[in-house]
């Protein structure tokens, strides 16, 4: 973990005692993404699956539509710049430099395609989970990293399908999303019958992130916002927030969650 952390003297006061010492903070640097020769974006993020986030970023865009349509992805030896060639939806790509929105991200994300078919998806899988699923992927969520343990300073994503459980961190909530999103395309597992836990607020640019890669249930920890619940409820996708302890909010398409013993 070092490689994403610095040492920072500071001076701590608690207890009304004065403590000069080193504090472990996050390193946060620019990524900067290629597709296809062009510049798409450059991000503030930590320098760790930088592949899986240009994978989740551009399929969550639509800008990709299959994980086999790429052709070929690199990460510079220095880590800071990640090359993508790919076979491209030209109309959403276009949309990425016409108009964007600015997203209520920690670190102001970015994003294009909130109209049109993304928009018009419906997820209409007819899988439930047990009530206790969703208990047991909280308890592993909950675990601490090492990261967060030394810096208390990253979000997190984490996506149970079948067996398998993928996760990923970044000071961003949606660079966490995509980077878990990205990771779960590239090991090609099939996301229809999964559910994501997720830290941060569920706000709409986080719902349709996984509604394009067919999640059907998403937990935060977090509250969510008008827009994310209307956003859930038109996209067919479970909502749930303030998953504290034993604790939550099912706001949306509460049948997919079993909740008798």
Do not use: W
Not at 85 to 109: P, Q, R, Y
Not at 192 to 220: F, N, T, W, Y
């Amino acid at each position: 973990m070092q490689k994403h952390t610095i040492h920072i003297p500071i001076i701590k006061i608690y207890d009304n005692s004065i403590e000069y010492k080193d504090d472990i903070v996050i390193k946060e640097d620019r990524l900067n993404l290629y597709l296809n020769g062009i510049k798409i974006i450059s991000t503030m993020c930590i320098l760790e699956d930088q592949d899986s986030y240009a994978v989740g970023f551009l399929m969550s865009e639509g800008v990709i539509e299959n994980i086999d349509d790429i052709k070929d992805i690199k990460v510079s030896k220095d880590g800071l710049n990640v090359y993508v060639n790919a076979k491209i939806n030209d109309d959403n790509m276009s949309n990425l430099f016409h108009e964007k929105t600015l997203t209520s991200g920690c670190c102001v994300g970015v994003s294009a395609n909130f109209e049109g078919k993304i928009i018009e998806k419906f997820l209409s899988q007819k899988t439930k989970f047990h009530i206790n699923q969703v208990i047991y992927a909280l308890n592993e969520f909950r675990k601490n990293t090492d990261l967060f343990s030394l810096t208390g300073c990253v979000h997190k994503a984490m996506l149970f399908c079948d067996d398998m459980i993928f996760l990923s961190e970044d000071i961003g909530r949606h660079n966490a999303l995509d980077k878990v999103l990205g990771k779960t395309k590239m090991a090609r597992a099939n996301t229809q019958k999964s559910l994501i836990a997720v830290s941060g607020r569920l706000s709409m640019e986080m719902v349709i992130k996984c509604a394009m890669h067919d999640i059907p249930v998403i937990i935060s920890n977090a509250a969510t916002t008008a827009l994310g619940i209307k956003s859930a409820q038109n996209l067919g996708i479970t909502l749930i927030g303030f998953a504290r302890n034993n604790n939550l909010n099912i706001y949306t398409h509460n049948s997919r969650i079993i909740l008798t013993k």
